[in-house]
């Protein structure tokens, strides 16, 4: 039982790092300076459910990080 967690833990692992890496940069950049990064404020429907896959692959994560950690799972 204790391997499935692990085999769990390791897959969402990987996939928590690919789902961050797909993240748009949030950051204002130089146009910060200027008040333009204002324009481009508005969030996608392709980062909306990349933010909840990401939310929910954390949460995936957690939980069996908690599970293992704890020693409930043996």
Aim: charged residues 10%; proline residues 1%; aromatic residues 8%.
């Amino acid at each position: 039982m204790a391997n499935i967690f692990w085999a769990i833990e390791t897959i969402s692992a990987v996939l928590l790092i690919i789902l961050i890496l797909l993240h748009s940069p949030k950051g204002d950049g130089i146009g910060g300076i200027g008040g333009a990064s204002q324009v481009f404020a508005s969030q996608k429907s392709a980062e909306k459910g990349l933010n909840k896959l990401t939310g929910i692959i954390c949460a995936i994560f957690i939980l069996s990080t908690f599970l293992i950690g704890f020693g409930i799972i043996k």
